[in-house]
C-alpha cells in the first residue's frame, strides 16, 4: 500500500518558521509530482506548491516566503515555510501523483492525512 506521511507542522508566532516534510512510501515505480495543499477551516483547499523534476509552482501569496524542496531517492517533498503570517493557519495535505506497480500499474494521486499549522499573532 500506498502511505504519505507528514511532518513538521505545530504553532509558531508570526514571523517564525516551519519546515514540512513528506514522504513516501509503497511500490512506487515513478513520483510524477509532489506538493503542498493547505485548507483552513470554511475554506476551500487551495495549492501552496509543487514541484517536478522539471519544475515547480508556487502559489502567489506565499512567494518568496515559501520554497518546496524534493529528494527523488527518498521520495520525498519538503515545504520551508519562513516569515509566516496567522493567515498561513491551516492544516497543509501532502499530494502526490505517483505511479505504483503490482497487480496493475496505476497512476493517480495520493494523499496524506494532514498536519496542523497555527500561527499567532
Known amino acids: 500500500q500506498v502511505q504519505l506521511v507528514e511532518s513538521g507542522g505545530g504553532l509558531v508566532q508570526a514571523g517564525g518558521s516551519l519546515r514540512l516534510s513528506c514522504v513516501a512510501s509503497?511500490?512506487?515505480?515513478?513520483?510524477?509530482?509532489m506538493g503542498w495543499y493547505r485548507q483552513a477551516p470554511g475554506k476551500q483547499r487551495e495549492l501552496v506548491a509543487e514541484?517536478?523534476?522539471?519544475?515547480?509552482t508556487i502559489a502567489d501569496s506565499v512567494k518568496g516566503r515559501f520554497t518546496i524542496s524534493r529528494d527523488n531517492a527518498k521520495n520525498a517533498v519538503y515545504l520551508q515555510m519562513n516569515t509566516l503570517k496567522p493567515e498561513d493557519t491551516a492544516v497543509y495535505y501532502c499530494?502526490?501523483?505517483?505511479?505504483?506497480?503490482?497487480?496493475?500499474?496505476?497512476?493517480?494521486?495520493?494523499w496524506g492525512q494532514g498536519t496542523q499549522v497555527t500561527v499567532s499573532s
Open positions: 514541484i517536478t523534476r522539471g519544475g515547480n
Open positions: 509503497g511500490r512506487i515505480a515513478s513520483v510524477n509530482v
Open positions: 499530494k502526490a501523483d505517483l505511479t505504483i506497480v503490482g497487480i496493475t500499474t496505476t497512476r493517480r494521486d495520493y
